[in-house]
């Protein structure tokens, strides 16, 4: 089998391939070994990676070659790699990748023999899921209202979320259930106390305070995990404003997913703003996240910005 994998999401290749290595190849953490090798479309001869794929393996099961940017790759190439997926070697398997939205489809189409992996961003809902899933894979547990906290400190990239997931599973060894107090001490106390400073300023109007931390943020705290908390609270907001009447507070707690601690301060937040307000200041935090995606702003000058139109509305 071979394979064509499409998307942005470089984790579930890399998580892909990995498995793949596992299965065809005997040095499975070695990329040094003779019957791996890795080919750029746009810069290696396509003779020399047929020549790899139709030589006999040396010491593994299968020879297994990784063809990267194949979007990149001539027109003459295009059909050299066509025709051989149409009678490929059963003694190698060959994995072709492309990030570019603009070659998915077309790509999918041309090398139709190859098996299809998507490999998209994960939605908002399954972060969660997932995170819950590698946890579990480290034999450990983790609430849901961790996982949420986790996913809000640091935002949807797979590679980054595995770094926290993995330091934070180091962290709390000795815990069979990884918690909301766990995550806070590892990777969010300051920027919770911050978050929560922060909200308290944008009621008050108080730009000038709120401007002032930001100096030393650099330092400490990274202002995209700041940006995330930010949303986290507003979103909590939101939601509070659309919860059925007459829940108690642990109700409200475990709908919400905060803890107890925080949910007094969360509850009389809420009420100094408007549902209008409320998804305008969201909407401040999300196009200060996109600055920062799309490299139009340094991550300190897109937190500032969002602060001044937080403070403004």
């Known amino acids: 089998m071979n394979y064509l994998l499409v998307g942005p999401e470089k984790y579930l290749k890399r998580q892909f391939l990995e498995k793949l290595k596992k299965s065809v190849l005997n040095a499975v953490t070695d990329d040094s070994s003779a019957d791996f090798g890795i080919f750029a479309a746009g810069t290696a001869p ?134 909301e107090k766990h995550v806070e001490e590892l990777c969010g106390r300051s920027a919770y106390k911050t978050a929560f400073e922060l909200v308290d300023l944008v009621v008050g109007k108080k730009l000038g305070e709120a401007l002032l931390p930001m100096r030393d943020l650099s330092a400490g705290e990274k202002p995209h995990r700041i940006l995330n908390l930010l949303a986290w609270q507003f979103r909590n907001f939101i939601k ?48 200060a996240d996109f600055f920062i995606k799309r490299g139009k702003l340094t991550p300190q000058h897109a937190l500032e910005r969002a602060l001044v139109g937080l403070c403004a509305g």
């Open 240 to 287: 509070i404003k659309n919860l059925p009447k007459g829940l108690s507070e642990e109700q409200i707690s475990r709908s919400l997913g905060i803890n107890r601690r925080f949910l007094e301060k969360t509850l009389r937040e809420s009420r100094r703003f408007t549902e209008a307000q409320l998804a305008g200041n969201l909407e401040l935090i999300l196009e």
């Open 46 to 179: 396509v003779s020399e990676i047929l020549a790899f794929l139709n030589t006999m393996p040396f010491t593994s099961k299968k020879r297994l070659a990784l063809l990267n940017d194949i979007e990149e790759i001539s027109p003459a190439g295009k059909d050299s790699i066509v025709k051989y997926l149409k009678s490929p070697r059963e003694s190698s398997v060959l994995v072709m990748e492309t990030s570019s939205p603009e070659s998915w489809k077309s790509s999918e189409k041309v090398f139709l023999p190859a098996k299809i992996v998507r490999c998209g961003k994960l939605k908002e809902r399954e972060i969660n899921s997932w995170i819950r899933k590698e946890f579990s894979e480290r034999g450990k547990k983790v609430s849901v209202s961790a996982a949420g906290l986790i996913a809000e400190l640091t935002g949807s990239d797979l590679l980054l979320l595995e770094n926290e997931i993995a330091k934070i599973t180091s962290f709390a060894s000795g815990s069979a259930e990884i918690t």
